[in-house]
Each structure stands twice: as C-alpha cells, then as structure tokens.
C-alpha cells in the first residue's frame, strides 16, 4: 500500500507538447478563401515559456509555445509561407498552476500583437486569460494531469486568439487588406 502512494510522487514532470497544443480546425476559427490572413502571417517573438524540471513541475517551454502557435496558424491557412504581410509577437506571460488538487486547473495568459510588416501599424492586439481542468479521470500521476492541464489551456488560449482574429477581421475587413491600424 505504502509503495502504490509513493508511486505518483515518484513520477517526473514532463513539459507540454507541441502536438497537444496545436488547436484544430472549427467553425469560429476558419478564415474565408478570399481573407487577407490567407497565408499571411509571419511569426515574431514568440516566447515567455519556462523549461520543464523534471524534478519539479510541468511547464510550456518558447519552443513548445511557438511551435503549437506555428502549427495553429499553418493549420489555419494563416501561416505565410514566405515573407508575410503580418508579423505575429505572443508572450506566454503566466501559467497559473495548482499546488495539488484532484482535478488540476491551469490558467493561462498570453499577450498577442499582429503588425502589418509594410506599415508597422498594429492591427490586432489583445491579451488572453484561458483555463483549462484536467479531471482526475484524465491521469492517475498529479505530474501526468499538470501537463494535460497546462497543454489544455495553452490550446484554448490559442483557440481563443484565432477566434477573435477571425472575428476582428469579419468585423473590420479593410484593416487586414490594407493594413490599417486599429482603431
């Protein structure tokens, strides 16, 4: 009995992947065939992330973060392929993490701006508070839920950004045509 406790404290933290993150396709994030964010974006700054310890707890690293952004844009057909008409910066700013629970909610915020490259003109900025739970079901090791958490939040955040993205732009379509800045 003492060993079947001891075993999730045993476990080691491992951090987010990119996979888990990366938000698929849905009705509130599709763009039209003729939108100005078609293959538009070219990535920036994109960080804030920590490394994982193993020893410690569950985090989202730069590479994971800008990965998962990355592949959400190229899922979405708004990833430029060359060049780009906007440059995207994101900063994960914090990951509020449980100390213990059952369930584990994390809660994530996440600074974004989208700047016209001819311009420098920003057209869309906004920061982002999404939070994710990862029920006990989800994982018996706390370490395995943290991460299911932390990988969960960061994805509905990026679902979030795309989101609103898609509905700046059915709400204002010249400033991503032209590039104008927000007003």
Same mark, same amino acid.
């Given at each position: 009995?003492?060993?079947?406790?001891?075993?999730? @404290?045993?476990?080691?933290?491992? &951090?987010?992947?990119?996979?888990?993150?990366?938000?698929?396709?849905?009705?509130?994030?599709?763009?039209?065939?003729? !939108?100005?964010?078609?293959?538009?974006?070219?990535? *920036?700054?994109? &960080? *804030?992330? /920590?490394?994982?310890?193993?020893?410690?707890? !569950?985090?989202?690293?730069?590479?994971?973060?800008?990965?998962?952004?990355?592949?959400?844009? &190229?899922?979405?057909?708004?990833?430029?392929?060359?060049?780009?008409?906007?440059?995207?910066?994101?900063?994960?700013?914090?990951?509020?993490?449980?100390?213990? *629970?059952?369930?584990?909610?994390?809660?994530?915020?996440?600074?974004?701006?989208?700047?016209?490259?001819?311009?420098?003109?920003?057209?869309?900025?906004?920061?982002?508070?999404?939070?994710?739970?990862?029920?006990?079901?989800?994982?018996?090791?706390?370490?395995?839920? @943290?991460?299911?958490?932390?990988?969960? !939040?960061?994805?509905?955040?990026?679902?979030?950004?795309?989101?609103?993205?898609?509905?700046?732009?059915?709400?204002?379509? /010249?400033?991503?045509?032209?590039?104008?800045?927000? !007003?």
């Amino acid at each position: 009995m003492v060993l079947a406790l001891a075993l999730p @404290l045993a476990a080691c933290a491992s &951090g987010a992947t990119p996979g888990a993150m990366t938000v698929p396709l849905s009705p509130d994030t599709i763009i039209a065939e003729g !939108s100005g964010l078609r293959q538009a974006i070219a990535t *920036g700054t994109l &960080g *804030g992330g /920590q490394e994982t310890n193993p020893m410690w707890t !569950s985090q989202v690293s730069n590479e994971a973060f800008a990965t998962a952004l990355r592949q959400s844009l &190229g899922t979405h057909a708004m990833l430029a392929i060359q060049g780009g008409r906007f440059r995207l910066d994101a900063t994960l700013g914090t990951l509020r993490q449980p100390l213990m *629970g059952a369930s584990l909610e994390v809660t994530s915020t996440v600074a974004y701006r989208l700047t016209a490259v001819a311009s420098g003109a920003v057209v869309f900025e906004r920061t982002i508070e999404a939070a994710y739970t990862a029920p006990f079901s989800a994982a018996f090791a706390a370490v395995e839920r @943290l991460r299911l958490a932390n990988e969960g !939040s960061v994805r509905e955040n990026i679902r979030q950004f795309l989101a609103a993205l898609v509905a700046e732009e059915a709400r204002n379509p /010249q400033a991503f045509r032209a590039g104008t800045p927000i !007003s």
